[in-house]
């Protein structure tokens, strides 16, 4: 019967109002015959007859017949109490042109009689309507009772997919009161709520929170077997690009993250504000941040670097929105790879290119494991061939993005890693106008490779969740923070600096895995008692990877003008001995030479240590299958072909201009 009376156009709806009101009317006159004491009850239906009319015309003027009696609130009681009151002023109006001495008593009772019979049959059908979710709406908690979670309970109520039936919220004042119809709880008695009311999400509407509340609330939710899922943050919601009802999964920066200490606005400017930067890697997870967080700051001129044309395009297309109003920034998006040196050259020639943040790196251990001269001529030789055309065209400061996997490297990205470290290392001792520098930081939520997309896609589909260890552990961060503090550390350099950003606390990466079925709503698969929704399935540790990861080599570490960022004290190699070995390295490459590849990096300064000797059989093996591959020399490391360096920079000053 509700669910039919719900279902009606609105239409039928206002006229059902209108009936209920003008019975009300009839019912609160009669009440106050006897008061009034008229003569005839004939002449008391013409009374009727006009203050019915003139009532629901007052009622359509304010606007109660387009209210939505489940979304009542308190605005409708002063307008139902003007309604009444103009309804008690024609009643004395009429009295009086007809001759009736007027009883200022019954007058009142009719009022009072008529404004609460008006409000109590309002209430009574909101809290049936209420208690009665149309058909296949599932009923759901809101963690927050304030202006955005009273927002949320009316537009998930308007789309009939969900049913808010209860508030929780840590505001004392607001427990056993009703906001928008539903009742609000202690977060004390959220576990006894979910049994009652029987829901199976819980939708967290605290956009203001901090931090360390938000991670508060998500504590109290993760145990009790329910989905959480988020509103849209409130930038995205003011510029338009979510809308309240589009709810999201509960971002794993909200349960691993920490409170983020502000940016310092004099060093995120120092190196970007007015000057030409480019970003090497534009596309990646890294890169694109970087290129978010440095248009934000209003460069001259930023320029993209990037092998791939669609993650130029995506990211270039992305940017162009983003321009700060009143910032004249040009962006450019260069097709290119960072082993070419003429490109190279020629590119941050002709842009007058002062600041770059080299971010372009293979960085997934085993595909770099399985593909060593790639990870080789990629992480290290791009490093120097950027950083040789940065002398070149006289840079003022080289940014390069690194990893923790740098530090007593375990496996060849690692390796290589440190190895492009070294690289900018000693070119910071020979003389030269270009200051070079490095920041060091672990994992990033979200980015590519991540295991959190890659968890969330195994738990969507039913498991298993794939882990190599129970005691992986990891440290993470989210790539905004990550990118902010890449940019102050860079600010900060002198030359050859090894910054260090704080990580916070490592994660077991078992106890991640877990946290995030909890949080879909689901229970790990216990194999003792046979219970349990998601297994996790240990495959073990994949080659070259390590239970832990390092931040720094040695013990020494200083602080710098940022509370994040650490300035570190690392091994360093003379630029003359450490070419000689890169010389080597690169003959190596060319001959397909994987045993002495690996001799190599066991003899650079980086600490490698295999963590065992699958490596040696793989390298062997590709080896032995590249005895008969036609030796070449690899363009990244020939000289120009006549007329190539030209050609490029006349197309760079053809787009420039």
């Given at each position: 019967m509700i669910r039919d009376i719900l279902a009606l156009p609105r239409r039928l709806k206002r006229m059902i109002a209108v009936i209920a009101d003008c019975t009300i009317l009839f019912l609160s006159y009669l009440a106050s015959l006897e008061i009034n004491q008229y003569e005839r009850l004939g002449q008391g239906i013409v009374f009727v007859a006009v203050l019915a009319i003139s009532f629901v015309l007052v009622n359509a003027k304010i606007g109660l017949y387009h209210e939505v009696l489940r979304y009542l609130h308190q605005r409708v009681v002063g307008s139902l109490a003007m309604s009444a009151i103009s309804s008690g002023i024609i009643l004395a109006v009429m009295s009086s042109l007809m001759g009736h001495q007027l009883n200022p008593v019954g007058v009142t009772f009719y009022v009072v009689l008529l404004f609460t019979g008006s409000l109590v049959v309002r209430h009574i059908a909101r809290e049936i309507f209420n208690t009665s979710s149309p058909s296949g709406a599932e009923p759901v908690l809101i963690y927050g009772a304030g202006s955005t979670g009273r927002q949320l309970a009316k537009s998930l109520s308007d789309s009939n997919q969900f049913a808010p039936v209860g508030f929780i919220d840590d505001a004392a004042q607001l427990h056993n009161l009703k906001v928008e119809g539903v009742k609000v709880h202690s977060p004390s008695t959220l576990e006894q709520v979910i049994i009652r009311t029987s829901a199976k999400k819980v939708l967290l509407a605290i956009p203001n929170a901090s931090s360390r509340e938000r991670r508060e609330a998500i504590a109290r939710i993760e145990p009790l077997n329910v989905e959480l899922l988020t509103v849209p943050n409130l930038h995205d919601l003011v510029t338009?690009?979510?809308?309240?009802?589009?709810?999201?999964?509960?971002?794993?920066?909200?349960?691993?993250?920490?409170?983020?200490?502000?940016?310092?606005?004099?060093?995120?400017?120092?190196?970007?504000?007015?000057?030409?930067?480019?970003?090497?890697?534009?596309?990646?997870?890294?890169?694109?941040?970087l290129c978010r967080q440095i248009i934000r700051q209003c460069p001259s001129k930023l320029v993209l670097f990037e092998q791939s044309e669609f993650a130029l395009y995506s990211i270039n297309e992305e940017l162009q929105g983003l321009v700060p109003s009143g910032c004249d920034c040009t962006v450019v998006p260069m097709l290119g790879s960072v082993q070419q040196?003429?490109?190279?050259?020629?590119?941050?020639?002709?842009?007058?290119?002062?600041?770059?943040?080299?971010?372009?790196?293979?960085?997934?251990?085993?595909?770099?494991?399985?593909?060593?001269?790639?990870?080789?001529?990629?992480?290290?030789?791009?490093?120097?061939?950027?950083?040789?055309?940065?002398?070149?065209?006289?840079?003022?400061?080289?940014?390069?993005?690194?990893?923790?996997?740098?530090?007593?490297?375990?496996?060849?990205?690692?390796?290589?890693?440190?190895?492009?470290?070294?690289?900018?290392?000693?070119?910071?001792?020979?003389?030269?106008?270009?200051?070079?520098?490095?920041?060091?930081?672990?994992?990033?939520?979200?980015?590519?490779?991540?295991?959190?997309?890659?968890?969330?896609?195994?738990?969507?589909?039913?498991?298993?969740?794939?882990?190599?260890?129970?005691?992986?552990?990891?440290?993470?961060?989210?790539?905004?923070?990550?990118?902010?503090?890449?940019?102050?550390?860079g600010a900060m350099a002198k030359g050859g600096d090894v910054f260090v950003l704080d990580m916070g606390e490592p994660i077991r990466i078992d106890d991640l895995a877990q946290r995030m079925i909890r949080l879909s709503g689901l229970e790990p698969f216990d194999a003792v008692t046979g219970h349990g929704d998601i297994d996790i399935q240990v495959s073990g540790l994949r080659p070259g990877e390590k239970l832990y990861e390092e931040l720094l080599?040695?013990?020494?570490?200083?602080?710098?003008?940022?509370?994040?960022?650490?300035?570190?004290?690392?091994?360093?190699?003379?630029?003359?001995?450490?070419?000689?070995?890169?010389?080597?390295?690169?003959?190596?490459?060319?001959?397909?030479?994987h045993s002495k590849i690996r001799r190599i990096l066991l003899d650079l300064p980086t600490d490698f240590n295999p963590v065992d000797d699958i490596g040696d059989a793989l390298y062997l093996e590709l080896h032995n299958a590249n005895l008969s591959a036609p030796k070449f020399n690899s363009p990244a490391f020939d000289e120009p072909s006549p007329g190539e360096g030209e050609n490029s920079a006349s197309v760079i000053n053809l787009v420039r201009n």
């Open positions: 338009g690009k979510a809308k309240l009802e589009q709810l999201n999964e509960i971002s794993i920066s909200d349960v691993l993250g920490r409170d983020s200490v502000p940016p310092v606005d004099q060093l995120l400017h120092r190196d970007i504000t007015n000057k030409v930067v480019l970003v090497t890697g534009a596309g990646g997870s890294i890169g694109s941040e040196a003429s490109r190279m050259k020629a590119v941050m020639e002709s842009f007058g290119v002062q600041t770059v943040y080299h971010a372009a790196a293979y960085k997934h251990v085993p595909l770099v494991e399985l593909n060593v001269i790639e990870g080789v001529r990629n992480n290290i030789f791009g490093t120097k061939i950027c950083a040789e055309a940065a002398i070149a065209a006289g840079i003022d400061k080289f940014v390069l993005v690194s990893t923790d996997k740098a530090v007593r490297p375990t496996n060849v990205m690692g390796a290589t890693k440190r190895s492009a470290e070294l690289v900018l290392q000693g070119l910071a001792t020979t003389t030269h106008h270009t200051c070079f520098c490095m920041v060091r930081f672990g994992n990033v939520l979200g980015s590519s490779g991540s295991v959190v997309p890659l968890f969330r896609k195994q738990i969507h589909e039913g498991g298993p969740i794939t882990l190599t260890h129970r005691e992986i552990t990891r440290y993470f961060m989210t790539i905004p923070e990550a990118a902010q503090l890449v940019i102050q550390a080599v040695g013990g020494d570490n200083f602080g710098t003008e940022h509370p994040k960022v650490m300035s570190a004290k690392e091994k360093m190699m003379e630029w003359e001995q450490l070419n000689e070995l890169l010389s080597a390295l690169d003959l190596a490459c060319k001959d397909f030479n």
